[in-house]
């Protein structure tokens, strides 16, 4: 059993969970992730270790909860305990003294790329970090980012903070503005990363993404998570999360990031018919 320490509220339906977990703590680095479920029967879902504490035998997660089992872990408060959870998995992201690197996060992949570019700015790099949302609402650690970014940009769809329009054209005036970037690394919705890679490619900066695709054993056996890179079926979770983001096949995962969606809808309107009245914690119907 895993003992959720703290929980934290940081946006809307975004939370935040310190988890004890001695043996992950101690192997986790940078890029990497684990899987838990919340109980014997529950969906094993993978989630990016956003932080971690080897003394204190900590990790962290942050997710929004915009489905059946992330809703249903938003339940569980401090003091619950999950039933199972195993990682630290997949390889860890490359840190290495590069120059300048530009980090573009959008919505909660702010959570996967922070402790990439902390560890990036303990290697000396210079840190240029663009947070980009839909909503001023929807902006998350923007604090912990800023802290650590020599340069720090923010843009919002609506133009209800920072930059008015998406993290794409604050990115592409940097690059054209002849500063130079020696990798971008980008991490959120697969349509962003899409649309980084495209504003990148014509200028040659290497740009590495962190995929997200549907995943279930984390150990490479089941093949859900198998995406096209540079023409060859690659697995996240044993070959990634971390890839080449101008080699990647961004329509495929899409389509096969959208394989579920009836059945996840289904699932979703089922939980919440259950919690007519309330959900306890650990998501157990009252």
């Known amino acids: 059993m895993f003992e959720i320490l703290t929980k934290r509220t940081i946006g809307p339906a975004v939370y935040h969970y310190d988890i004890s977990a001695p043996n992950i703590a101690r192997k986790a680095k940078p890029g990497q992730f684990l899987i838990l479920r919340i109980n014997e029967t529950g969906e094993r879902i993978p ?20 489905g059946k089992t992330t809703k249903e872990l938003a339940y569980m408060e401090a003091g619950d305990s999950l039933s199972d959870m195993v990682g630290p998995l997949g390889r860890p992201s490359e840190i290495e003294r590069l120059g300048t690197v530009v980090c573009v996060a959008g919505g909660v992949g702010a959570a996967v790329i922070l402790p990439i570019a902390k560890a990036l700015k303990a290697k000396g790099n210079e840190i240029i970090t663009i947070l980009g949302a839909r909503t001023a609402e929807l ?16 843009t919002t769809d609506d133009g209800s903070r920072g930059i008015s329009g998406v993290c794409t054209d604050p990115l ?37 993404v962190s995929l997200n695709s549907i995943m279930v054993d984390g150990t490479g056996m089941c093949g859900s998570c198998r995406v096209t890179i540079g023409g060859q079926t690659k697995f996240c979770c044993v070959d990634g999360p971390d890839f080449d983001g101008h080699e990647v096949d961004f329509d495929e995962l899409m389509i096969r990031q959208r394989i579920y969606l009836d059945e ?23």
């Open 139 to 154: 902006l998350v650690l923007e604090d912990e980012l800023k802290a650590i970014s020599d340069d720090f940009i923010i």
């Open 264 to 286: 996840e809808k289904a699932s979703l309107e089922r939980f919440e018919r259950q919690c007519e009245g309330g959900c306890g914690s650990k998501g157990e119907r009252k």
């Open 47 to 66: 989630l990016t270790i956003c932080d971690y504490d080897g003394s204190k035998g900590t990790v962290s997660i942050m997710f929004q909860a915009i």
């Open 172 to 208: 592409r005036q940097l690059i054209e503005s002849g500063k130079r970037v020696d990798r971008v690394i980008a991490i959120g919705p697969a349509i962003m990363m899409k649309f980084v890679c495209k504003t990148t490619e014509p200028f040659g900066v290497e740009t590495v």
